[in-house]
């Protein structure tokens, strides 16, 4: 049975429950009052459907409050079952009173049918709907359940999806890094080997220079040998201009880093000096009288920066509150101005 089935099973218990308890409250009036109207003094007799429907009026309470308890899970205790015991054998002992005075058994036997069943719809109807509302609860909990299930396989699928999805990263990542490293080793392999044919190139060559030069002359190998230290003192040369290079790259590096530094430490001076000078001028406390429109100024300001309510400020300052809050305006509208801009 799903919740649709017990909801309706449930309408279906209320609608016929109102209706045994309207048609057992209507034929209470019907047969109590002739009985009380009897037992009334004359000029009372007026008041003889009272009773009938005070009775009544307590079947419907316990009725409706037990449905209520009932669809909540909750449980009266024993004043609830004591009034609607004491209801129901009232409703009785009222319908099959005046018959029971006459000794009509078949008449007593006849008006005891509709409070009886007053007081077994009340009773049954009230495990009913206790059912009822375990059924609902059942359902509810079971749907709960599966759904808390759904979404742990869908929390689980996801992670299956995301380990996957990393997995799959990984590998491309691993992948490209192979490629990468052996390219690179590919790379450095035919650099060592053009150099390679480049120093065996050079080597030959200089083997045929070598035996070039021991056929030459004296004047020739000499010639060569100057002209040998020249480049090598060129190649000094080279090697210690290169050296100044770097080292003046280095020197202007440093010039610089030493410049952002000092021009760091001024800025942490100078703001270091703007907070000195703001807490002295907040914590010199509401002055005697008002301040000097310059130094009141510098006082506003400095509420303001300090985020201030605007009556403290007229308080530091010994200004009014509407001159501080112009002041507050034009300190918002010059910060509001540049980020426009």
């Not at 015991?85 to 009222?94: I, K, N």
């Not at 590919?186 to 390679?196: I, K, L, P, T």
């Given at each position: 049975m799903n919740r649709v089935q017990i909801r309706s099973s449930e309408r279906a218990l209320s609608v016929g429950t109102w209706l045994i308890v309207g048609g057992a409250m209507l034929y209470s009036v019907l047969t109590v009052t002739p009985l009380m109207a009897a037992h009334t003094a004359v000029g009372w007799r007026w008041t003889a459907p009272i009773l009938p429907l005070v009775v009544d009026?307590?079947?419907?309470?316990?009725?409706?409050?037990?449905?209520?308890?009932?669809?909540?899970?909750?449980?009266?205790?024993?004043?609830?079952?004591?009034?609607?015991?004491?209801?129901?054998?009232?409703?009785?002992?009222?319908?099959?009173?005046?018959?029971?005075?006459?000794g009509d058994v078949v008449g007593a036997a006849v008006h005891a049918v509709a409070p009886l069943l007053l007081i077994v719809t009340a009773e049954a109807?009230?495990?009913?709907?206790?059912?009822?509302?375990?059924?609902?609860?059942?359902?509810?909990?079971?749907?709960?359940a599966e759904q808390e299930e759904r979404d742990r396989k869908t929390a689980e699928r996801e992670e299956n999806r995301l380990r996957d999805a990393r997995e799959q990263r990984d590998h491309e990542a691993a992948t490209a890094r192979e490629q990468r490293e052996h390219e690179a080793r590919m790379a450095r392999e035919e650099a060592d080997r053009q150099e390679r044919i480049r120093r065996e190139e050079r080597d030959r060559a200089e083997a045929a220079a070598a035996a070039e030069r021991a056929e030459r002359e004296?004047?020739?190998h000499e010639r060569e040998q100057a002209e040998a230290e020249r480049e090598r003192l060129e190649r000094q040369?080279?090697?210690?201009?290169?050296l100044e290079a770097r080292q003046k790259v280095?020197?202007?590096?440093?010039?610089?880093?030493?410049?952002?530094e000092r021009e760091r430490r001024e800025q942490a001076r100078e703001q270091e000096r703007i907070e000195r000078e703001r807490a002295e001028l907040l914590s010199a406390g509401p002055p005697a009288e008002k301040l000097p429109?310059?130094?009141?100024?510098?006082?506003?300001?400095?509420?303001f920066t300090a985020g201030l309510a605007v009556r403290v400020a007229a308080e530091?300052?010994?200004?009014?509150?509407?001159?501080a809050s112009a002041r507050y305006q034009e300190h918002r509208d010059a910060n509001t101005a540049p980020a426009l801009g």
């Amino acid at each position: 049975m799903n919740r649709v089935q017990i909801r309706s099973s449930e309408r279906a218990l209320s609608v016929g429950t109102w209706l045994i308890v309207g048609g057992a409250m209507l034929y209470s009036v019907l047969t109590v009052t002739p009985l009380m109207a009897a037992h009334t003094a004359v000029g009372w007799r007026w008041t003889a459907p009272i009773l009938p429907l005070v009775v009544d009026a307590a079947v419907v309470i316990v009725v409706r409050l037990d449905s209520v308890l009932a669809r909540l899970g909750g449980h009266g205790g024993a004043w609830p079952v004591a009034l609607r015991w004491m209801t129901g054998v009232m409703t009785l002992a009222l319908n099959i009173g005046q018959s029971a005075l006459a000794g009509d058994v078949v008449g007593a036997a006849v008006h005891a049918v509709a409070p009886l069943l007053l007081i077994v719809t009340a009773e049954a109807g009230l495990a009913y709907r206790r059912a009822l509302t375990a059924a609902v609860l059942t359902v509810e909990a079971r749907k709960r359940a599966e759904q808390e299930e759904r979404d742990r396989k869908t929390a689980e699928r996801e992670e299956n999806r995301l380990r996957d999805a990393r997995e799959q990263r990984d590998h491309e990542a691993a992948t490209a890094r192979e490629q990468r490293e052996h390219e690179a080793r590919m790379a450095r392999e035919e650099a060592d080997r053009q150099e390679r044919i480049r120093r065996e190139e050079r080597d030959r060559a200089e083997a045929a220079a070598a035996a070039e030069r021991a056929e030459r002359e004296r004047r020739e190998h000499e010639r060569e040998q100057a002209e040998a230290e020249r480049e090598r003192l060129e190649r000094q040369a080279t090697q210690q201009r290169d050296l100044e290079a770097r080292q003046k790259v280095e020197r202007e590096r440093q010039a610089r880093a030493e410049q952002v530094e000092r021009e760091r430490r001024e800025q942490a001076r100078e703001q270091e000096r703007i907070e000195r000078e703001r807490a002295e001028l907040l914590s010199a406390g509401p002055p005697a009288e008002k301040l000097p429109e310059d130094r009141a100024r510098a006082v506003v300001q400095s509420a303001f920066t300090a985020g201030l309510a605007v009556r403290v400020a007229a308080e530091l300052s010994g200004w009014s509150v509407g001159w501080a809050s112009a002041r507050y305006q034009e300190h918002r509208d010059a910060n509001t101005a540049p980020a426009l801009g």
